[in-house]
């Protein structure tokens, strides 16, 4: 399966929409998906809006648990790379990333305490 990369700054702005889980590799165990080191993967809903009012939601999967991402918040994808699937007539794309990580607020600018 050839990996795609995707260039995140033509995305706009990218928050979470569903907040990290863990990924379940058999639906019957329960059993939790792990990369090959044995480290949890998690799978996180990513709401991406280019322009104007058309929103799409992706499901990206990302190595170890991303901490400070909860729903709403602004996040940075590092290392996004999308890869074409099929399996028999069912396909579609799928999203792995490095990192997914919370964008800091910016900082209010400070009021001026205008007294006269």
């Known amino acids: 399966m050839q990996s ?12 979470c929409a569903v907040e990290p889980e863990a990924k379940i590799s058999n639906f019957d165990t329960q059993e939790v998906k792990k990369d090959r080191d044995g480290n949890t993967i ?13 929103v799409s939601v992706i499901e990206i999967s990302v190595t170890g648990e991303p901490r400070g991402v909860t729903e709403g918040t602004e996040v940075r994808v590092t290392g ?21 990580t919370p964008v800091p607020p910016v900082p209010a600018p400070a009021k001026s305490g205008g007294g006269a």
């Not at 998690?42 to 058309?54: A, D, K």
């Not at 790379?81 to 997914?100: C, K, L, P, Q, T």
Request: hydrophobic share 45%; proline share 2%; net charge positive.
């Open 4 to 15: 795609i990369p995707v260039d995140t700054t033509r995305l706009g702005v990218l928050r």
């Open 42 to 54: 998690y799978t996180v809903g990513v709401m991406v809006r280019q322009e104007g009012r058309r």
């Open 80 to 100: 996004l790379e999308a890869f074409a699937w099929s399996m028999g007539d069912r396909h579609g794309i799928s999203f792995r990333a490095a990192a997914i």
